[in-house]
């Protein structure tokens, strides 16, 4: 396995020695290295003009990062020249899966914010809801230099002091329950294609040892391409739409990024 080894570190001088300095799991902030970093990211500034993009797709990966299933991911959306959404765990940063995360944001994908502790968040205050969010931007901030710009409910389990107290836009997506061991690759394969269209957000999960999921990907990304449709990240999907996302207390969560209902 590459390791993601092409996509990252080769090019990038700083990406060791910010792991290194900021190893150990507390969840400091440290804004000069957020200063510094590069801002030529495609999450920040797509390359091209809304008018470019043709029929666009968002894959999404829930519940990493890790050093077991994540790596293969990434390799085979660097084989394919692909990018990704991937929403994050805080508590599954550490400081291996750190580099794998800074990883997938070198080679163009998107980290978003999937809470700290993956619990039924609309069962908490609003204080704790807002430190499950703080603490995984922060750490995401931490190690790539940009915090979160979506987030996704653990189970999307929602509520309106949820959506009162996060201040980023709700994102939902169409997915094949490959976080369930008993549905095969091909159930996988079948089901992500039966529901891809224009502007849609595919639900997928890179949770530790997920290897079903990097297989039914074997198919999925290029069946995908070759249908027509360029795989970007979250940001770009809305971009290239001309959307700007809902985050205020509007009870919306997106599966795909021209919805017009709330769910
Ligand atoms: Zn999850």
């Given at each position: 396995m590459a390791m993601c080894a092409a996509g990252c570190g080769s090019e990038n001088s700083t990406a060791e020695s910010v792991s290194e300095s900021s190893a150990g799991t507390t969840a400091a902030t440290t804004v000069t290295e957020a200063e510094t970093?590069?801002?030529?990211h495609t999450t920040q500034h797509p390359a091209k003009e809304a008018a470019e993009y043709g029929k666009v797709i968002t894959l999404t990966f829930d519940d990493g990062p890790n050093t077991t299933c994540t790596p293969y991911v990434l390799d085979l959306l660097e084989k394919y020249n692909a990018r990704a959404s991937f929403f994050v765990i805080g508590n599954n940063i550490n400081e291996e899966s750190a580099q794998v995360m800074k990883c997938a944001y070198d080679m163009g994908n998107e980290i978003n914010n999937h809470s700290r502790t993956h619990s039924y968040m609309n069962k908490m205050t609003a204080e704790e809801i807002k430190a499950e969010v703080e603490y995984t931007d922060e750490l995401v901030e931490k190690y790539t230099g940009e915090k979160p710009r979506f987030f996704r409910p653990p189970y999307i389990a929602v509520n309106q002091t949820m959506f009162d107290s996060i201040d980023l836009p709700f994102i939902n997506g169409k997915g094949c329950n490959d976080w369930d061991d008993k549905v095969s690759v091909e159930k996988r394969v079948e089901k992500v294609l039966e529901q891809a269209e224009d502007g849609a957000i595919i639900l997928l999960h890179d949770a530790d040892m997920n290897f079903q999921t990097v297989q039914a990907l074997e198919t999925i990304i290029p069946e995908l391409q070759k249908q027509g449709y360029e795989l970007v990240t979250l940001t770009e999907l809305f971009f290239a739409k001309g959307i700007t996302p809902v985050s205020d207390s509007t009870p919306k969560i997106y599966s795909n990024c021209m919805q017009e209902g709330n769910w």
């Open positions: 970093i590069s801002v030529s």
